[in-house]
């Protein structure tokens, strides 16, 4: 199906220059995506042609995660830099095809992305799915939004979603925003992170030269820094294609970039967590 060019309505951001969640929509090979965003993800995937099996490798770990959470009785979702991606399934529709009155809020401080969210709350009208404009690395800031307090119950559990957000954070701020989060949420919460690791260091300074923007290339050891405190889910720190997709799938494959993945738990009250 070829892309659909798109008719800039008033108000909506500029859309001449790429945009990472408009990038990473195009590199799933979205048809709702502008020439701007194409061609740099084209761009990209000359440098690192795994690119594209990259974002497909994370779009089918959030899917898993939402529904594992689901059926984990979770019933809250936070999804932190929910980035857009109309062409595939939302954390709200998967959520609630395992739990059918899951709440769920998007955050993101993209200003196309809160463009078009707004559009589509306003649309829904639904009272148990909204979208917040926040910065995702101050949680205090974030969970206060009368929005999100609106949707999420910090009483009961909630699943923390921070899929390719954390990469551009150096350690020591995303393992405070993680920190951050978990702290203020109940017992039995769930923290789920994604993020890209490059293991050819001459690739890895090639893609952050043409990214642009800050890129600390995290390694799994960081990973579990990140979630310290809480307890690892089985099977750890794994490639996002090997995350519960298989209990002989989750060693890394032998190539120079993956998305890795993890999920760890709160632990109940009186319990240690496991180190």
């Known amino acids: 199906?070829?892309?659909?060019?798109?008719?800039?309505?008033?108000?909506?951001?500029?859309?001449?220059?790429?945009?990472?969640?408009?990038?990473?929509?195009?590199?799933?090979?979205?048809?709702?995506?502008?020439?701007?965003?194409?061609?740099?993800?084209?761009?990209?995937?000359?440098?690192?042609?795994?690119?594209?099996?990259?974002?497909?490798?994370?779009r089918a770990f959030l899917d898993r995660v939402v529904t594992w959470a689901a059926g984990e009785g979770i019933g809250q979702f936070l999804d932190l830099g929910a980035g857009f991606l109309a062409d595939c399934p939302s954390v709200y529709g998967l959520a609630r095809k395992v739990v059918p009155r899951a709440r769920v809020v998007y955050v993101d401080s993209d200003p196309f992305v809160a463009y078009m969210a707004a559009m589509r709350m306003r649309d829904s009208g639904a009272a148990d799915v909204a979208f917040t404009e926040a910065d995702?690395?101050?949680?205090?800031?974030?969970?206060?939004?009368?929005?999100?307090?609106?949707v999420i119950d910090p009483a009961d559990p909630v699943c923390v979603i921070a899929t390719l957000v954390l990469g551009s954070m150096s350690l020591g701020r995303a393992r405070r925003a993680v920190a951050g989060y978990a702290r203020r949420l109940a017992p039995g919460s769930v923290v789920a992170i994604t993020t890209v690791h490059v293991s050819d260091p001459d690739l890895a300074g090639r893609l952050a030269a043409a990214y642009g923007g800050e890129w600390a290339n995290h390694g799994p050891g960081d990973i579990a820094k990140m979630l310290r405190g809480l307890d690892?889910?089985?099977?750890?720190?794994?490639?996002?294609?090997?995350?519960?997709?298989?209990?002989?799938?989750?060693?890394?494959?032998?190539?120079?970039?993956?998305v890795l993945a993890?999920?760890?738990?709160?632990?109940?009250?009186?319990?240690?967590?496991?180190r």
Not at 25 to 30: C, F, I, K, N, Q
Not at 136 to 150: I, V
Not at 262 to 274: D, E, I, S
């Open 262 to 274: 993890a999920v760890a738990r709160k632990p109940l009250p009186g319990r240690r967590p496991r």
């Open 136 to 150: 995702l690395t101050r949680p205090a800031a974030a969970l206060r939004n009368p929005a999100l307090t609106a």
């Open 1 to 58: 199906m070829p892309p659909v060019q798109r008719a800039v309505p008033p108000g909506m951001p500029d859309t001449s220059r790429p945009d990472p969640a408009r990038i990473y929509a195009a590199l799933l090979g979205a048809a709702d995506t502008f020439a701007a965003d194409r061609d740099e993800a084209a761009r990209l995937t000359v440098i690192c042609p795994d690119l594209p099996a990259l974002a497909a490798e994370n």
């Open 232 to 258: 690892l889910i089985p099977p750890g720190v794994t490639g996002a294609y090997g995350w519960r997709a298989g209990w002989n799938a989750h060693q890394l494959q032998p190539r120079d970039a993956h």
